[in-house]
């Protein structure tokens, strides 16, 4: 059965960090792209940040750059999604996000529906 499953969400003080993995079964991440997305109360669903596990190529939205990391660890079948200098905006629920097809653009890669496999999501709380 193929599953993702996120963690590590949590209450954090602005400025704080959290570090949140996403762990697959059934699957290896070889020849993925995978996807974080968040979705605050009341609003879309949308891309933060992916990683394509071909070439390791990352991409970040700008509202994260600078301040949020991906990366793969393939030994533990895992992506975390590094999230410092946090600030009360980021608040959301993320959700990591995998799928075998080639992202050609950014646009393609932030786009939920390109996606197969989803996470149950963690929320990610921060206070002012």
């Known amino acids: 059965e193929v599953q993702l499953v996120e963690s590590g969400g949590g209450l954090v003080q602005a400025e704080g960090s959290l570090r949140l993995p996403c762990v697959a079964s059934?699957?290896?991440?070889?020849?993925?792209?995978i996807g974080w997305f968040r979705q605050a109360p009341g609003k879309e669903r949308e891309g933060v940040s992916w990683?394509?596990?071909?070439?390791?190529?990352?991409y970040y939205e700008d509202s994260v750059k600078g301040r949020f990391t991906i990366e793969i660890e393939y030994s533990k079948n895992t992506v975390y999604l590094q999230m410092s200098s946090l600030k009360p905006e980021d608040t959301a629920v993320y959700y990591c996000?995998?799928?075998?097809?080639?992202?050609?653009?950014?646009?393609?890669?932030?786009?939920?529906?390109?996606?197969?496999?989803w996470g149950q999501g963690t929320q990610g709380t921060v206070s002012s």
């Open positions: 990683i394509s596990s071909s070439d390791d190529y990352t």
């Open positions: 996000a995998a799928d075998q097809r080639p992202k050609i653009t950014a646009i393609q890669a932030s786009d939920r529906d390109e996606y197969e496999y």
């Open positions: 059934g699957f290896t991440f070889d020849d993925h792209v």
